[in-house]
């Protein structure tokens, strides 16, 4: 019991990418499963560290392979999150939780903002992701917004880790990757906007009639 408990210390504490290159190409006869599960881990052990995975997988699958993997764990796992606290834990604890006024405002600011609001906070990869999947699926966000906020989120999340890797310090050395890493946000951010008006459009044409 002792060797399986500092093993999994060391997987909590000390891992290295290559760490994870090295699992990664052990069970490269798996295919892209390895790649995909890591990342989804995550959304249920926020403890573990989704930065490396995310940058182990552009290394071993190479960028595009290694951010398209990622970005399939990282969102299933967060749907999957989601969708076990809407259907097991929303009306449970629901009137528990809303006697508490900080959780109640805070639950309200999540609904009042949907799409824009999840949608910039998982974009920044050191969002406490698995405290807002949770969240979310407490409050009465709607599930297609939900899953639209973290696909895209995450996609731009996954695509910052991978294209500057492990060393965040390298946008500062290399402005470029500042700069083309800003753009996608602010392209992004565009697009989810537009996207947000047209989830509440249906909302509003249902009220007015």
Known sequence: MGVYWEKFKYFLTDLSQEDILRWLDEYNDLG????????????????????????????????????????????????????????????????????????????????????GLLFVLYCFPFTPSALINVVSGLSKVNTLTFVLAVSLGKLVMVFFISYIGHDFFSIIREPVKMIVISVVIVILWLFGKL???????????????
């Open 195 to 209: 996207l947000e008006r047209k989830l509440h459009k249906p909302v509003n044409t249902k009220i007015s009639e």
């Open 32 to 115: 892209p499963f390895p790649g995909i599960l890591l990342p989804m881990l995550e959304a249920f052990l926020p403890i573990l560290p989704l930065v490396l995975f995310v940058a182990g997988n552009a290394a071993a699958y190479g960028f595009f392979w290694g951010v398209l993997f990622s970005w399939i764990g990282t969102v299933f796992g967060s749907v999957f999150v989601f969708l076990l606290v809407r259907r097991y834990a929303q009306q449970r604890f629901m009137r528990f939780l809303t006697k508490h006024n900080k959780t109640k405002s805070m639950l309200s600011w999540v609904e009042r903002k949907g799409f």
